[in-house]
């Protein structure tokens, strides 16, 4: 079994005074694919670079205290890979990708932290621009190679994906525009949503995000935003999705699936 978590940790170094180091120690995951790293080398070197047991592979934002992703692994990867060689994300810390290559089997784990247009008009149309050079990099990657993308799209999919999605139809996260997006994914890769391929009717129960307004985190009024993505052969091998929600190390929940292999 191989046990894949993905975490938005809004500052490592936040969760880690959170508790974040004991529960991973206590869950066992293979690997974690973590978004906000919001840390510079410095601050991760001998300190946070290795997680119970996990050696660290990061991207770290050219900004002090923004964005950043990383992958934790207790498998040595054949490669690991920072950024997708777009020049305005890429100084944003928004994508690893670890490779793990052997004669029989190309495989890559990927986290990548798509951006936030809620804070108003000028990031909406930067991730609208993050959207349309993301996805021929992934097509082909998917193309290419087995995968396993994970992380937090800041982009809810359907209805059943978040409490009131009526209000949120003109809200980003929920624009039809960033919705199409991940319908167009769907249908022309090879990419499956693997949570909803396990739960494909899960609401309320499904949720990975609550904003920090409204006490909507005690009112469960959430968003499913954290994914994985993967390609058929990896996807078919799910066994189980837990979604931790009592775990606070940020305002997102650990999402962990178990899969039927081993590097």
């Not at 999919?157 to 525009?177: E, R, T, V």
């Not at 997006?181 to 990975?208: C, I, K």
């Not at 009024?221 to 993967?230: C, E, N, P, Q, S």
Request: aromatic share 12%; net charge neutral.
């Amino acid at each position: 079994m191989f046990r894949l978590t993905t975490l938005n940790l809004n500052g490592i170094r936040s969760a880690t005074q959170k508790g974040l180091e004991p529960w991973l120690a206590a869950n066992s995951p293979d690997c974690i694919c973590a978004q906000e790293v919001k840390a510079q080398r410095e601050d991760v070197q001998d300190r946070l670079d290795v997680l119970a047991g996990m050696q660290g592979y990061f991207h770290f934002a050219q900004k002090k205290g923004y964005s950043g992703a990383a992958v934790f692994t207790r498998h040595e990867p054949s490669d690991a890979i920072a950024g997708f060689g777009s020049p305005e994300f890429d100084d944003e810390g928004r994508f690893v990708e670890l490779r793990f290559d052997t004669p029989a089997r190309r495989l890559s784990i990927v986290s990548v932290y798509f951006p936030s247009g809620s804070s108003g008009e000028e990031r909406q149309q930067a991730k609208f621009r993050f959207l349309e050079v993301f996805y021929p990099h992934l097509a082909r990657l998917q193309a290419e190679r087995e995968l396993i993308v994970c992380g937090d799209l800041n982009i809810a999919h359907h209805a059943i994906d978040l409490k009131n999605w009526k209000s949120n139809q003109k809200n980003s996260g929920f624009l039809p525009a960033e919705r199409a997006w991940l319908t167009h994914l769907f249908a022309s890769t090879r990419l499956r949503d693997v949570y909803r391929q396990l739960h494909p009717a899960a609401t309320d129960e499904a949720y990975t995000w609550w904003s920090n307004r409204g006490q909507a985190y005690a009112k469960n009024v959430g968003w499913r935003i954290d994914y994985h993505l993967a390609t058929p052969a990896l996807a078919q091998t799910a066994l189980r999705a837990e979604i931790f929600k009592t775990q606070r190390f940020s305002d997102h929940a650990p999402l962990s699936i178990d899969y039927d292999f081993v590097l």
